[in-house]
């Protein structure tokens, strides 16, 4: 190609490429800040990385933003190191806090940099799970005095000769060990490393018809999909985990709270009025979190139809 | 006014100094090598010192003077320490002990600074593997010693302009060194070595690396700048021929040590010990020796009427004359009379070379 | 008489293998007969939740540095320092490409000034091909409907490779002149490279805040040895005559440098670069876990929703980004070689062309800064015009492979599990732990010689220390059995493509694709074919692995000079023995680093094995970077993968220098005069 060539086409295109400008709209600045902004600021919201909470995180923020005009920054963070956070400043708010009590020593009593806002009105269940096809078949099998008689069905390539009780979320503080040791079942403790391998397992057990018990919790989408049954363990009594060697009864039912930074409480935002105000159903949060999960919608949108649905409940949240 | 290109001086500074001066130089490599000289290890033998110390003395002892616009030859097989001595004339290696002078300057004593100058002024070398830069232009590459000197850029490549033509390199500043055969890379290192105008040149086994007709122009093109130019060289060598060829004198070295030094007819004439001897068996002699190495003593019964020779005329240029001529050819050296050369004495050294 | 004399030591050489083969099935026939009564005596079992005092003491550790960063001078004076000049140079890129800035909704440059001026720079440091390449790889991040996403990646990736060149290429060049610097260097950089990511994103997030700075300076650790290391290797293995000459002519040190040993370096340096973007790109992804914005984060939350169709479209933008730069940077490698020795008329040429650019580039800057059609990427804002398909396409394709090859899979799962891995790992985990050290040693020592005793001794007393001995012999049997796999796969896979160019230019692709993938992206629909196990984890990790080998293997197959070969071939040899008894000997020494190399490979997906069932070391770093209690309990689990790291590291490079020293002894390696 010769140089008068290349320039030639050079100038063509650009001709061409100045030409579009004719027609397309011009990108506007956007407005520096309308009142209501300013007076609510920014909102750090950590989100955990399981969809129940990205669906209360997507209603919060879908309200601020849109009822308050706030900013807000989604944050996706693991739980500690959302913790860590309300120190830094870099988290102003968890809103949906499983126990944790370790942490809340350390941030709310010792460093006294968060403070606790509510509950969530979601009750957090965790226990010991066997798909439905199963309870189905083998109704029994949901009280533990009979998980013996099947330990042998359970077992797997990775249970060294005993039943397998899946393990999931590293996240989670569990006593599955202590559980099997003290309950003297026939079981090994097998570690899945993640929610999504344990989701999995569950799904592909209820497909396949293939024996499974594992750990599990709800609110979870997932129970939208396949309605996993809980096996019954001996039941929880206050002060029956006190020593997490001696465990031998069904995990407390947790009341799921929210956890603010000191510093946001104190702020007087409309949007901390907002998160301190907010409590809905675990079958409110069932539906967002499906609508993300399944459905795939985009949280915002997910929010937005909940919202649209749900004027009534959220119209209290947003009360002083 | 610009300084002249090659400057022809013969003679440096300090008029009859010695261009170079080696005096007990040593260069033990291994832990501790400073330990071995002057102490009784030092004259152990290299596997002894080896075994004992773990040190290697790749330059024994080693004494010589090179004059000014000599070309001075070293002469070794591999591992006879020969580079190593080299580079202990430049410092790129350091030498462990003895004195170097260059033109009267301690070489050992000199600072960085001051090594760095004499080396960007007063000498250069040429390696056997040319070590040029191949991301540069042969012109760029003739012309680095200047730059790396601090030459304005007009200037560096008015002089590289003029070197690539006296080293045969014309039409050649634009390619690139691996576009060239390895005669001409050579002849690169060459112009490169020739730009910074040195008083010394050192060449390294320059031409091992080539094929032998090429090797043989190279030769040729050293013995015609040192012709043009006169600069004093210091060359290394395995090949016997080439030294033989260039050296007005020969250095021998064979374990680190010098085993003889001399004209290359004392050499292959007066062999110092078996090992050159050995060495300089296959010399065509008669190309080497003059005459000087096969007259005999002058008897009273000579005849006197026979041509005239001089005693530095080669064997082979002699044969002619001497085999023509019926009586004996005297031998002159001096206008006098130092011998009479016969047929005998001639075919003698032929017919060995024959065998 | 020598090549005689060459014939016994071969002999004697050979008979020493055999024995070698001998004294190390002794050792482990003594194991096994030990291990039959001692079995599960003193295997240092720690229960998961249970904690050692070590454990307990790094969690106080985490805490007081927890407790002192607001009052700390060493923060307000050093970390802050550093996160706020990292964090101002990733928002500034961030606010070029990604995020709206400066009062507008979009970011300065929108796609088609991003596109354009992607292609300019490609076409000038490369050629019109990679110009090309890169215009239609950009375009496909739209395309996907992961503009955004891709462009945050891209900025954190640059932030991250332009702070590693600043540091690393400078370090680089140091540690190729001191050896001083490059003994201390080499262990540093080998801890970064083989210490689980997991384990430091947590104290990162401590020391440097949560936000870009963390994502950046996680990305840095990792992604920092190739370029030091690289430029180190590139500025020593510079010509000694080139450096001497220059020397003779009185260069001083810094213009031997400049002038001599960077320029002569230059095409290994770029190698070296290209090794870091690499490394950034795929440490980016995972940096999603500390809120590092981009494409990692599309990745992460399909993971939560098994989502393997989103999860597969957005790991595909991240492999053409891997894709384009490679091909970018490695074209402008190849350029360092061509751009010196280019015509006038060519070059000037080429300058019209760069000008033309430049100017279509301007024209696309100016478009992209003002008007919306030039600034949003067009398309449905889901899915884009493409992703929405392809991730479709992809979901139904893996429910069916998953719906109709389960029996298959959990076959194959449960004849390695019950075959190979249970005897295996009981044989490893269930013995005393002195027993397994003094094997350990016995062995080392027997393929890799009396030096790497003292070595492999600390490394097995620090593992003991650690108090993970059992969990670090679970992953060491797992971590044996993968090698074992990518190994096979290297040397067929290999072979094969050694000896067949169509081959060759087949598989490369698809190897250089696993390569760059995210795991994450592929664990859901393994975990659907093998479920959650220990054989997921060593699947995963052979998909990361083998790669490599394959390509190693390759290259040396490929580097047997073809007279051998000619030879053999003409003396009458079959396939099968040209491959046995020439090939694969003379390409011992890329086999042995295939060996080296799969293993380090398995081990750094250890941590993502813990994710999908592996339990062990990679379920304990997980756990420990997601529960406050088991902090100090992960930390010790990834300083024992560095642990196995090391012992297996240095035990099979000495045993394959013993090896080559061995074949050199023989004439067997090439270019080495006799």
């Known amino acids: 190609m010769s140089n008068v060539v290349i320039g030639r086409f050079v100038a063509v295109l650009t001709v061409g490429a100045l030409a579009l400008t004719a027609c397309g709209s011009k990108i506007e600045d956007t407005p520096s800040g309308t009142t209501s902004r300013a007076a609510c600021g920014t909102v750090n919201i950590a989100v955990n990385p399981w969809v129940g909470y990205q669906a209360d995180a997507a209603v919060i923020a879908y309200l601020a933003t849109n009822e308050l005009g706030c900013t807000v920054n989604k944050k996706n963070l693991t739980e500690e190191v959302s913790w860590q956070g309300f120190g830094t400043g870099a988290v102003d708010v968890v809103l949906e806090n499983w126990g944790h009590d370790d942490l809340k020593k350390t941030y709310i009593e010792q460093q006294g940099v968060a403070v606790e806002y509510g509950s969530t009105g979601n009750k957090g269940i965790i226990g010991w799970y066997v798909p439905p096809w199963l309870a189905q078949e083998y109704p029994d099998i949901t009280d533990w005095n009979n998980l013996n008689k099947y330990a042998d069905k359970f077992k797997t390539s990775e249970s060294g000769g005993k039943g397998q009780l899946l393990l999931g979320d590293p996240s989670f503080v569990t006593n599955d060990e202590a559980l099997v040791k003290n309950l003297k079942l026939d079981f090994k403790v097998v570690y899945a490393g993640s929610e999504t391998a344990l989701i999995q397992a569950f799904r592909t057990a209820e497909q396949q018809k293939q024996w499974m018990i594992g750990y599990f919790y709800e609110p979870q989408w997932f129970l939208n999909e396949v309605k996993l049954v809980h096996v019954n363990l001996p039941p929880y009594t206050a002060g029956c985990d006190a020593d997490p060697a001696k465990v031998a009864c069904d995990y407390a039912p947790y009341d799921l709270d929210k956890i603010v930074s000191k510093k946001f409480a104190d702020s007087g935002s409309p949007a901390a009025a907002l998160v301190k105000n907010f409590q809905w159903t675990n079958d409110h949060q069932n539906s967002v979190a499906l609508d993300i999960a399944v459905n795939k919608l985009s949280d915002d949108d997910a929010a937005k139809k909940w919202v649209d649905a749900n004027r009534d409940v959220w119209q209290a949240w947003l009360k002083n | 006014m610009p300084e002249p290109l090659i400057s022809a001086e013969r003679v440096p500074a300090g008029v009859g100094e010695p261009a170079l001066a080696v005096t007990d130089l040593w260069k033990v490599f291994g832990p501790r090598a400073d330990r071995v000289v002057g102490t009784p290890l030092a004259d152990l033998s290299r596997a002894d010192l080896m075994a004992q110390t773990g040190c290697v003395a790749a330059v024994r002892d080693i004494s010589f003077t090179v004059a000014p616009t000599e070309v001075f030859v070293v002469m070794g097989l591999s591992g006879s320490g020969k580079s190593t001595l080299v580079r202990c004339l430049t410092r790129l290696v350091e030498p462990t002990s003895g004195t170097v002078l260059v033109e009267g300057e301690d070489l050992r004593g000199a600072d960085a600074k001051r090594l760095r100058d004499l080396r960007r002024h007063r000498f250069a070398m040429v390696f056997q593997h040319f070590g040029l830069l191949p991301h540069r232009r042969v012109l760029d590459n003739i012309a680095y010693g200047l730059e790396i000197r601090g030459v304005s850029r007009t200037e560096r490549y008015r002089r590289a302009g003029e070197v690539l033509d006296l080293v045969g390199l014309t039409g050649h500043a634009d390619h690139f060194p691996d576009q060239l055969s390895g005669g001409m890379q050579q002849r690169v290192g060459l112009g490169r070595a020739l730009a910074v105008d040195p008083r010394i040149l050192f060449f390294d086994e320059p031409f091992s690396a080539l094929d032998p007709l090429i090797r043989r122009d190279m030769q040729n093109e050293v013995l015609r700048l040192h012709h043009e130019v006169g600069k004093t060289m210091i060359f290394i060598t395995h090949d016997l021929h080439e030294a033989l060829r260039l050296g007005d004198r020969i250095l021998i070295m064979r374990d680190g040590a010098a085993v003889q030094i001399g004209r290359p007819d004392e050499v292959v004439g007066a062999p110092a010990d078996d090992y050159v001897r050995d060495f300089v068996a296959d010399v065509p002699k008669s190309h080497v020796l003059t005459i000087r190495w096969v007259m005999r003593p002058v008897r009273d019964d000579d005849p006197l009427d026979g041509p005239e020779l001089g005693a530095d005329v080669v064997v082979r240029d002699a044969v002619r004359a001497v085999l023509s001529s019926s009586a004996p050819v005297k031998v002159v050296h001096d206008g006098e009379l130092v011998g009479m050369v016969d047929d005998e004495a001639i075919l003698r050294v032929i017919v060995a070379e024959e065998q | ?674």
């Open chain 3, 1 to 674: 008489m020598t090549a005689l004399a060459g014939t016994a030591a071969s002999v004697r050489r050979r008979a020493g293998g055999l024995t070698r083969g001998w004294l190390v099935g002794g050792v482990v026939a003594v194991w096994v007969l030990l291990w039959i009564p001692l079995r599960g005596r003193d295997t240092l079992a720690l229960s998961t939740s249970e904690l050692s005092p070590l454990h307990e003491r790094l969690n106080d550790l985490r805490d007081a540095i927890n407790n002192t960063r607001g009052s700390s001078p060493v923060f307000s004076a050093f970390f802050d320092v550093i996160r706020e000049s990292v964090d101002a140079l990733t928002v500034f890129l961030q606010s070029l490409i990604s995020q709206p800035a400066y009062g507008r909704p979009v970011p300065l440059i929108g796609w088609l000034g991003v596109v354009a001026v992607a292609t300019f720079g490609a076409y000038a440091v490369g050629n019109l091909r990679v110009a090309a390449l890169t215009a239609a790889g950009f375009t496909s991040f739209g395309l996907l409907g992961f503009w955004q996403q891709s462009m945050d990646t891209l900025a954190l990736t640059l932030a991250a490779v332009l702070i590693c060149l600043a540091i690393g290429i400078p370090l680089g060049i140091w540690a190729g002149l001191s050896d001083r610097l490059n003994r201390v260097l080499t262990p540093v950089l080998d801890f970064m490279q083989t210490m689980p990511t997991f384990v430091y994103l947590a104290p990162l997030t401590l020391f440097f805040l949560i936000g870009p700075a963390s994502g950046v300076i996680a990305t840095l650790i990792y992604a920092m040895p190739p370029v030091i290391r690289i430029t180190a290797h590139g500025i020593r293995s510079v010509a000694p005559s080139s450096v001497e000459a220059g020397t003779s002519l009185g260069a001083t040190r810094w213009q031997l440098l400049r002038s001599v040993r960077v320029p002569l370096a230059k095409r290994t340096i770029v190698l070296g670069i290209n090794q870091t973007v690499m490394c950034a790109l795929s440490m980016v992804t995972i940096a999603a876990l500390i809120d590092a914005p981009g494409l990692g984060q599309v990745v992460l939350r399909a993971l939560q929703t098994l989502d393997v169709g989103t999860a597969f479209s957005a790991g595909l933008a991240i492999v053409i980004m891997a894709i384009v730069l490679d091909r970018v940077t490695t074209a402008a490698r190849d350029r360092v070689e061509t751009q010196y020795r280019m015509g006038p008329r060519a070059r000037g040429r080429r300058r019209v062309v760069l000008a033309g650019l430049g100017v279509l580039t301007a024209v696309a800057l100016y478009l992209s800064y003002t008007y919306v059609w030039a600034a949003f990427f067009p398309g449905p804002e889901r899915g884009g015009a493409v992703g929405g398909e392809v991730a479709d396409g992809v979901t139904r394709a893996s429910d069916w492979v998953q719906l109709n090859l389960g029996a298959v899979t959990d076959a194959v799962r449960n004849a390695i599990s019950y075959g190979l891995l249970n005897p295996l790992q009981s044989l490893i985990a269930d013995s005393p732990w002195y027993l397994v050290s003094a094997v350990v040693l016995a062995i080392a020592w027997i393929v890799a010689g009396p030096r790497i005793v003292p070595t492999a001794a600390v490394c097995l007393g620090l593992l003991v220390g650690s108090g993970l001995w059992q969990e670090a012999m679970v992953t060491l049997a797992a971590t044996l059995v993968a090698t074992v796999i990518v190994m096979a796969l290297g040397v067929v896979v290999g072979v094969w493509m050694g000896r067949s160019d169509r081959a060759d230019g087949l598989i490369r692709p698809t190897l250089d694709a696993a390569q760059v993938m995210p795991a994450f992206v592929y664990l859901v629909p393994f975990l659907g074919l093998f479920g959650a196990s220990r054989f997921t984890a060593i699947v995963a990790a052979v998909v990361f692995a083998a790669p490599v080998a394959i390509k190693l293997v390759a290259d040396g197959i490929r580097g047997v000079p073809a007279t051998v070969v000619e030879a053999a071939v003409s003396s009458g040899s079959s396939a099968w023995q040209v491959i046995t008894k020439v090939q694969l000997p003379l390409a011992r020494q890329s086999v042995t680093l295939a060996a080296n190399q799969g293993l380090i490979y398995v081990l750094s997906m250890v941590v993502v094995g813990g994710l999908v069932g592996a339990g062990a070391l990679g379920y304990l770093v997980v756990a420990g970077f997601s529960q406050s209690d088991l902090y100090g309990k992960g930390l010790a689990a990834g300083l024992a993968v560095v642990l196995l790291g090391v012992l297996l590291d240095r035990t099979t490079q000495a045993a394959a220098r013993r090896l080559d020293a061995g074949a050199a002894h023989r004439g067997l390696r090439k270019g080495k005069d006799s």
